[in-house]
């Protein structure tokens, strides 16, 4: 079992940044691809950007060059850095990690999520 909690949250103006931590229980850290989530209301969960214990990084096309993803495996820590930010990126964000991860895009294929964490841009 794998609990993740996320922080960091807010309230922020277009052009502002935030920066979310999601921190995940377990000796196997390392190991563990972490993914964001986000879901505003009325749309469904996205997929944001993914650290894979590889090292490597993926983000969707509409954060690339804005968000950036990052761990610390020893803290058992993933951060989300946000800069930029619209209002369209308002929602809530969660992170999530699997034990067996195949498809790295879809929701239902991860095991283990957070409580989520709510990011509001004003205008």
């Known amino acids: 079992q794998v609990r993740l909690v996320e922080y960091g949250g807010g309230l922020v103006q277009a052009g502002g940044s935030l920066r979310l931590s999601c921190e995940a229980s377990g000796r196997t850290f390392s190991t563990y691809d972490m993914a964001w989530f986000r879901q505003a209301p009325g749309k469904e969960r996205e997929f944001v950007a993914i650290?894979?214990?590889?090292?490597?990084?993926f983000y969707a096309d509409s954060v690339k060059g804005r968000f950036t993803i990052s761990r610390d495996n020893a803290k058992n820590t993933v951060y989300l850095q946000m800069n930029s930010l619209k209002p369209e990126d308002t929602a809530v964000y969660y992170c999530?990690?699997?034990?067996?991860?195949?498809?790295?895009?879809?929701?239902?294929?991860?095991?283990?999520w957070g409580q989520g964490t709510q990011v509001t841009v004003s205008s």
């Open positions: 999530a990690t699997a034990r067996v991860l195949r498809s790295y895009q879809f929701d239902f294929e991860y095991d283990y």
């Open positions: 650290s894979w214990s590889a090292g490597n990084t």
